[in-house]
């Protein structure tokens, strides 16, 4: 609380005389030091006392809440995690009657993506209360080809280039999310069938390591039904080396982070003029 704080402030190593380290917390072995969340607190309610440049709202109070480091290889997609919602929790509780805002500059970009997760859903309760206030990144993937879509015919089929870049030997995560059953079939850069998937599912998620078959994949998508089926497929965010869809397969749209989607969180995005 501010009483610790503003005693450790005081100590030759705060961190130390807190007993946390924000870095074993968050940061992968070998990965450069940042600090994202402080730097946007500041931007909302920092003093300027350290840059000369107070944030929006320099007379708040704060509440910090770092979440535990997100591990691209294996940890639920963020809109499926109760992390999120114990942080709002916590601000709201300890806010007590007081207005309160919750800002949230993070996010993947899987899921739904129609405000019907549970972290989303629950996010929208909190918001029922008066004086309360949840605001979240928009994400940075409207350029990015993560995003694709369309109708497949029933005796059709559709064929996505997912490419793979130099480097990347992490896991890679696509999601799937169509209005009828599909079979998935995914094919190496070599011609190599590795995976078939031929569950009749609505929903698919394909993760793929792809270490020395770097390159383009093919994955393959089939209605099981006799009627047109419409999909939206998601590449997940992947911080240690981004894959992407082909050029001729992504679509811009639907792009939002994957916890952006709710009814009454206020989304907010950045506009580049190049």
């Known amino acids: 609380d501010r009483t610790a704080i503003d005693a450790a402030l005081g100590e030759e190593n705060p961190y130390a005389a807190l007993g946390y380290d924000p870095h074993a917390n ?25 840059t000369g440049c ?4 320099p007379e708040s109070d704060i509440v910090f809440v770092q979440l535990r480091r997100y591990a691209w290889d294996g940890d639920p997609d963020l809109n499926r995690t109760a992390a999120v919602l114990d942080a709002v929790a916590y601000i709201f509780a300890r806010a007590g009657d007081r207005p309160a805002v919750v800002n949230l500059s993070l996010g993947t970009n899987g899921g739904s ?29 409207g350029a990015a080809a993560l995003h694709a879509a369309g109708t497949i015919a029933s005796d059709g ?39 078939h998937i031929d569950e009749n599912l609505e929903v698919l998620t394909a993760v793929i ?26 590449i997940d965010r ?15 749209s639907c792009t939002l982070a994957s916890l952006a989607c709710g009814i009454g969180t206020v989304v907010v995005g950045a506009h580049y003029a190049l």
């Open 26 to 50: 968050y940061f992968r072995a070998g990965e450069v030091e940042a600090a994202h969340g402080t730097h946007v607190m500041d931007i909302a309610a920092g003093n300027g006392r350290g």
């Open 157 to 195: 089929d559709r064929r996505l280039g997912w490419q793979f870049p130099e480097g990347d030997d992490g896991p890679n995560q696509l999601e799937i999310w169509a209005d009828g059953p599909l079979a998935l079939e995914l094919t190496d850069p070599a011609g190599t069938v590795l995976r």
């Open 54 to 57: 107070p944030g929006m709202a």
């Open 113 to 141: 993506h129609d405000g019907t997760s549970v972290v989303e859903r629950l996010m929208d309760i909190f918001l029922k209360v008066p004086g309360r206030a949840i605001v979240v990144a928009a994400g940075n993937a």
């Open 238 to 252: 992947d911080d240690p080396g981004q894959s992407r869809f082909a050029a001729e397969d992504a679509d811009p």
């Open 209 to 234: 390591r792809p270490s020395g078959r770097k390159g383009t994949w093919q994955v393959r998508l089939v209605p099981r039904c006799d009627r047109t089926v419409r999909f939206d497929a998601w």
